[in-house]
């Protein structure tokens, strides 16, 4: 397949996680057929934004853009630089089902359902990518169902790409996220499928986290809390402000007891992250409702 897709390797380096692997790639690619060259464009542009480094896709993709795809990007992008634009993006995303020039575009598509997934708006989501064409956005649609707890839907969504192709990096990396999800004897073949992929492309944080996902989920045997923390710090060594990476550190360094300022120094690094990431806002509303129970029980307000 890499002979007759020239963006093989590209795409692939992307989706495991490899953001600066896939932009030095693309760069390279200047010789491509007409119909590769805005997907080439779309993925180094992601890359981009998946490092952080929005002001580069906001400057280059001008607002008269002719092109649907490049537009939703720059509107990824626009919405993950700054509080303050996203509203703008939301209501912008929302006109695009009536907009001739963005209807029917895979990258539109796959845009709309990121955002809603990152607004945790799952009927959004589903609504953006039902009819997606592309393994990537069907991959999302796995994922949105996991965080529902339908893995029944999870499962009959990866039957689908895995009718597609079942060898393809998003079909391996869905069907690792589903395994994990359901845990028990599956934890085995996500491990298998994850340590497979690393092999092949080279360990990245994002690969590393979902190893150490498999650990986590067996913490109650001895070796576990140590084989997480292992590939928890690779991954912190590749990229220190990986989110996933320090909400995962949060989570393992609590469970092994370790001293409140070493968990609360991961904790505000994913804050200043991303202060909306799931797990942060879950951990701040256990605080609250721990807050507010204490208070209602404390000396002061009994007397």
Same mark, same amino acid.
């Given at each position: 397949?890499?002979?007759?897709?020239? @963006?093989?390797?590209?795409?692939?380096?992307?989706?495991?996680?490899?953001?600066?692997?896939?932009?030095?790639?693309?760069?390279?690619? =200047?010789?491509?057929?007409?119909?590769? &060259?805005?997907?080439?464009?779309?993925?180094?542009?992601?890359?981009?934004?998946?490092?952080?480094?929005? $002001?580069?896709?906001?400057?280059?993709?001008?607002?008269?853009? %002719? $092109? !649907?795809?490049?537009?939703?990007?720059?509107? *990824?992008?626009?919405?993950?630089?700054?509080?303050?634009? &996203?509203?703008?993006? @939301?209501?912008?995303?929302?006109?695009?089902?009536?907009?001739?020039?963005?209807?029917?575009?895979?990258?539109?598509?796959?845009?709309?359902?990121?955002?809603?997934?990152?607004?945790?708006?799952?009927?959004?989501?589903?609504?953006? @990518?039902?009819?997606?064409?592309?393994?990537?956005?069907?991959?999302?649609?796995?994922?949105?169902?996991?965080?529902?707890?339908?893995? =029944?839907?999870?499962? &009959?969504?990866?039957?689908?790409?895995?009718?597609?192709? =079942?060898?393809?990096?998003?079909?391996?990396?869905?069907? !690792?996220?589903? =395994?994990?999800?359901?845990?028990? +004897? &599956?934890? +085995?073949?996500?491990?298998?499928? @994850?340590?497979?992929?690393?092999?092949?492309?080279?360990?990245?944080? *994002?690969?590393?986290?979902?190893?150490?996902?498999?650990?986590?989920?067996?913490?109650?045997?001895?070796?576990?809390?140590? $084989? !997480?923390?292992?590939?928890?710090?690779?991954?912190?060594?590749?990229? %220190?402000?990986?989110?996933?990476?320090?909400?995962?550190?949060?989570?393992?360094?609590?469970?092994?007891?370790?001293?409140?300022?070493?968990?609360?120094?991961?904790? $505000?690094? !994913?804050?200043?992250?991303?202060?909306?990431?799931?797990?942060?806002?879950?951990?701040?509303?256990?605080?609250?409702?721990?807050?507010?129970?204490?208070?209602?029980?404390?000396?002061?307000?009994?007397?």
């Amino acid at each position: 397949m890499g002979d007759t897709d020239p @963006l093989f390797e590209l795409r692939n380096l992307f989706l495991i996680g490899n953001y600066q692997a896939a932009i030095n790639e693309g760069l390279t690619l =200047d010789h491509l057929p007409e119909a590769y &060259k805005v997907e080439r464009d779309v993925i180094i542009y992601r890359s981009y934004i998946a490092k952080g480094d929005y $002001n580069i896709v906001l400057e280059e993709i001008k607002d008269s853009n %002719p $092109n !649907a795809a490049l537009v939703a990007v720059k509107a *990824l992008a626009s919405y993950l630089s700054s509080e303050r634009n &996203k509203d703008i993006v @939301l209501t912008t995303i929302k006109s695009w089902p009536s907009d001739p020039r963005m209807v029917n575009n895979d990258v539109v598509q796959l845009v709309s359902g990121l955002i809603s997934f990152y607004e945790e708006n799952y009927d959004e989501v589903f609504r953006a @990518l039902h009819q997606s064409r592309s393994l990537e956005g069907r991959a999302l649609l796995v994922r949105a169902f996991i965080q529902i707890d339908r893995l =029944d839907l999870a499962q &009959k969504e990866l039957g689908t790409m895995q009718g597609i192709d =079942d060898d393809a990096t998003a079909t391996q990396l869905a069907t !690792a996220w589903l =395994d994990i999800a359901l845990g028990g +004897e &599956k934890l +085995e073949e996500a491990f298998f499928i @994850l340590t497979e992929l690393t092999e092949k492309w080279n360990s990245t944080p *994002l690969l590393l986290n979902g190893l150490a996902s498999v650990h986590l989920k067996r913490l109650d045997k001895p070796d576990e809390p140590k $084989n !997480a923390e292992k590939l928890l710090l690779q991954a912190m060594e590749k990229n %220190p402000n990986d989110v996933d990476t320090l909400v995962n550190l949060v989570a393992l360094y609590q469970h092994m007891g370790k001293p409140k300022e070493v968990v609360n120094r991961y904790l $505000n690094q !994913a804050k200043a992250r991303t202060p909306k990431h799931p797990y942060i806002k879950e951990l701040e509303l256990l605080e609250q409702s721990w807050e507010r129970l204490v208070s209602r029980f404390s000396p002061t307000q009994a007397s």
